[in-house]
């Protein structure tokens, strides 16, 4: 699966942005996708997850209550609200998919690069004060 991020931009603290993570070649509706992003000189960190159906979710603490990530198999896309931006979102953000499948008591699990076998190039995402 070869997946694209876009969306990302320039924007004032406390607004809002959609990136979106378009997906071709496999059936997307079988993936969980996860958002990842890395900010400068630091480590690349986890975001969000949805689960293939999109009906389980789940988010890092940084960003829980803020962000809100969905899908639409349909048009083989994942989006990514982001509200109430901070200067401390400013980061590249990536899209990933893996075929790995949790219970909704374990989506933490996602939060490991490792369980995710596909990335897309990034999409940078800044935020002013």
């Known amino acids: 699966v070869q997946l694209q991020a876009s969306g990302g931009g320039l924007v004032q603290a406390g607004g809002s942005l959609r990136l979106s993570c378009a997906s071709s070649g496999s059936t997307f509706s079988s993936y969980a996708v996860g958002w990842f992003r890395q900010a400068p000189g630091k480590e690349r960190e986890f975001v969000a997850v949805s689960r293939w159906s999109g009906s389980y979710t789940y988010y890092a603490d940084s960003v829980k209550g803020r962000f809100t990530i969905s899908r639409d198999n349909a048009k083989n896309t994942v989006y990514l609200q982001m509200n109430s931006l901070k200067p401390e979102d400013t980061a590249v953000y990536y899209c990933?998919?893996?075929?790995?499948?949790?219970?909704?008591?374990?989506?933490?699990?996602?939060?490991?690069?490792?369980?995710?076998?596909?990335w897309g190039p990034g999409t940078q995402v800044t935020v002013s004060s």
């Open positions: 990933a998919a893996t075929h790995r499948s949790y219970a909704s008591g374990s989506l933490y699990l996602y939060g490991r690069e490792s369980e995710f076998n596909y």
